[in-house]
């Protein structure tokens, strides 16, 4: 049983432009349908679901890979994963390795095959999903006076997917804002819901995904991510399928998998 001493505070709801999600094309190419994400933070962390919640705890990634689309040339950053303790148990966590221009540490974009975990015939059940969020200080934020703080700062970012329609809708299933000066880590509850039809995932389509991204910040600072659950209509969590010792290559995903044609990409906030 997970045990977790830190309690969750209330966020900010913001609605983010595709420009952000690092999708390119112009915009007569890439329809863009208008939804508020829903996010919410609660006063405390994920329930366990037996058999329905990713914990991480036998050590596999569960599909996650770093995306690097646009061969890491964009804001997507190169980034190293691997399964830790924290806290007292084991999370995914990420470091992110490069940086942008302007010398702050760009986008971590990571992905999880839906398909894979839930089941290609069950992700249309699939309504909300919740994790939990840290981050955590890897090297020190420079104050405005000059001094060096051991925090992680800003973590400010989206839950995202590829889902609808041949998994070719781009949809923002919660956005997160929050941060921390004064300790060396902060954890926060996520939750996120697909509103729209056209943005749910469709049965029998492979490449449906979930997307983490947190926007670039000036500090070194990992993220760590537990406790994943997908929901259905009724609020009911939906079981796993994946076996992690069945799939030996975890991140062996083609872009043609996960993004389709190019130009044909429609974007859901």
Known sequence: MKKYTLSALAMLILSVSAACTGQTGDSSENSVVSETAQAAETQ?????????????DD??????????????????AECSLS???????NQLRIEILTKNSENEY?????????????????????????????????????????????VPGNCIGEIDANSGE?????????????????EPYITKHIEGNINLPKARYFDGESGC?????????????????????????????ISLI???????????????ETTGETGEISVVQ
């Open 166 to 182: 041949d998994c070719k809708v781009w949809a923002t299933l919660a956005s997160f804002s929050f941060d921390e000066w004064t």
């Open 242 to 256: 994946y076996d992690p010792y069945a799939d030996t290559d975890e991140t062996d995903i083609t872009d043609s």
């Open 83 to 89: 399964v830790e303790e924290f806290n007292g148990s």
């Open 44 to 56: 405390s962390l994920s329930d366990i679901h037996e058999g329905a919640t990713i914990t991480f």
């Open 209 to 237: 995904t979930l997307v983490f991204m947190r926007w670039s910040i000036p500090n070194k600072a990992d993220v760590y991510i537990d406790n994943i659950t997908f929901y259905d209509d009724d609020g009911n969590p």
């Open 106 to 150: 760009k986008v971590p974009k990571i992905r999880f095959d839906v398909d894979k975990l839930v089941g290609i015939n069950n992700v249309s059940k699939i309504k909300s999903v919740s994790l939990d969020i840290t981050a955590a200080a890897n090297g020190t934020f420079t104050a405005d006076d000059g001094s060096e703080l051991f």
């Open 59 to 76: 050590g596999s990634l569960w599909t996650a890979e770093c995306i690097g689309d646009y061969n890491f040339e964009d804001d997507e």
